[in-house]
Nanobody
């Protein structure tokens, strides 16, 4: 059974930084995609960054240049380093994963493509 557990959320002031971690267990090896999503108050969940088995990454325009996704394979962890945080980054942040399949053979930022989800961690950015 796949388990994803996020940690590292909290409250920071505008311009500050946080690093989120996603501990992964029970996930199969091979070709896969790990993603970070967020849901801002009153908004739909959106994909913001992903990384695949070959360490290829994709970022949403809203976070490009400020956020960095990375993997620590030895620790089975996916990280999201967030710099220059702004109040509009306030959201619940989720880690998600899926294996490549015949129906989803690529790594995307589309929620329905992901089969496994963490419970989320709150990030609050104040002015």
């Amino acid at each position: 059974q796949v388990r994803l557990m996020e940690s590292g959320g909290g409250s920071v002031q505008s311009g500050g930084s946080l690093r989120l971690s996603c501990a992964v267990s029970g996930f199969t090896t091979g070709r896969y995609c790990m993603g970070w999503f967020r849901q801002r108050p009153g908004k739909e969940r959106e994909g913001i960054a992903n990384i695949d088995h070959d360490d290829h990454t994709i970022y949403a325009e809203s976070v490009k240049g400020r956020f960095t996704i990375s993997k620590d394979n030895a620790k089975n962890t996916v990280l999201l380093t967030m710099n220059n945080l702004q109040p509009e980054d306030t959201a619940i942040y989720y880690c998600a994963a899926h294996n490549f399949s015949s129906t989803v053979p690529i790594c995307t930022l589309i929620s329905p493509d992901f089969t496994d989800w963490g419970q989320g961690t709150q990030v609050t950015v104040s002015t």
